[in-house]
C-alpha cells in the first residue's frame, strides 16, 4: 500500500475513482455528510469542490493506493484564522468496504498526523458518529473524546445520532 499526498491538478484524474470511493463509503454507512443513494453528480461535484479547497494552503488530501487502486483517503483542513495557526481539522476518512480490516485507516491516520506535524499544527480535532468503528480506531491512537453532541447526524433511515468531537495533541 502506498500514502500519497494528492494536489489541486493531479486530483482531476483520479475523481472518478475517488467519486466510486465516497459512493461506497456513503452506501455502506459512513457518516461522512452524505445520505444514500449519492449519485454519480453530487460525488463528482463533492471532489471538484475538494480540488478548488486543493488550490489554497489550507487543504491537504491523501489517498492510499492498493494496485493502482484507491483504497482510502482523509483530509486536513488547516486552520487560517491567525489564533487558529497550530491546529487542524482531520476530515472525510474513507476506506473502501472491500479493503476494511487491512490497516488503511491507521495508515492514513498516521500519515495525516505527519503531514499536520510539517505544516507546524500541534492540535488536531475530529468528529465522528459515536459508537462507529472510527471512535475505537481514533482512541487508540490516541485521540481524546471532548465530548458528544446529541442528535447531531442523520443516517439513512432517518433516525439522530450523537456526534464525538475528539482531539490529539501531537508530540504527546
Known amino acids: 500500500m502506498k500514502v500519497q499526498r494528492i494536489n489541486s491538478e493531479s486530483i482531476l484524474k483520479l475523481i472518478p475513482k475517488l467519486a466510486a470511493l465516497l459512493q461506497d463509503s456513503v452506501a455502506s454507512g459512513a457518516s461522512?455528510?452524505?445520505?444514500?443513494?449519492?449519485?454519480?453528480?453530487e460525488a463528482d461535484n463533492y471532489w471538484h469542490g475538494v480540488a478548488e479547497a486543493l488550490k489554497t494552503p489550507h487543504r491537504?488530501?491523501?489517498?492510499?493506493?492498493?494496485?493502482?487502486?484507491?483504497?482510502?483517503?482523509?483530509?486536513?483542513?488547516?486552520?487560517?484564522?491567525?489564533?487558529?495557526?497550530?491546529?487542524?481539522?482531520?476530515?472525510?476518512?474513507?476506506?473502501?468496504?472491500?479493503?476494511?480490516?487491512?490497516?488503511?485507516?491507521?495508515?492514513?491516520?498516521?500519515a495525516v498526523e505527519s503531514e499536520a506535524s510539517r505544516a507546524g499544527r500541534s492540535t488536531l480535532i475530529l468528529d465522528t458518529r459515536e459508537g462507529d468503528p472510527s471512535e475505537h480506531?481514533?482512541?487508540?491512537?490516541?485521540?481524546?473524546?471532548?465530548?458528544?453532541?446529541?442528535?447531531y447526524a442523520r443516517s439513512a433511515d432517518g433516525n439522530l445520532h450523537s456526534t464525538v468531537v475528539m482531539y490529539k495533541l501531537l508530540g504527546d
Do not use: C, W
Open 32 to 41: 461522512i455528510g452524505f445520505l444514500p443513494p449519492l449519485t454519480d453528480e
Open 60 to 110: 491537504i488530501l491523501l489517498v492510499a493506493e492498493v494496485e493502482q487502486q484507491i483504497v482510502g483517503t482523509v483530509q486536513l483542513a488547516l486552520e487560517s484564522r491567525p489564533n487558529g495557526s497550530h491546529r487542524a481539522e482531520i476530515m472525510k476518512l474513507m476506506v473502501h468496504t472491500s479493503m476494511r480490516g487491512n490497516g488503511i485507516a491507521h495508515s492514513l491516520m498516521k
Open 137 to 151: 480506531l481514533y482512541s487508540k491512537l490516541g485521540y481524546t473524546r471532548a465530548g458528544a453532541i446529541p442528535e
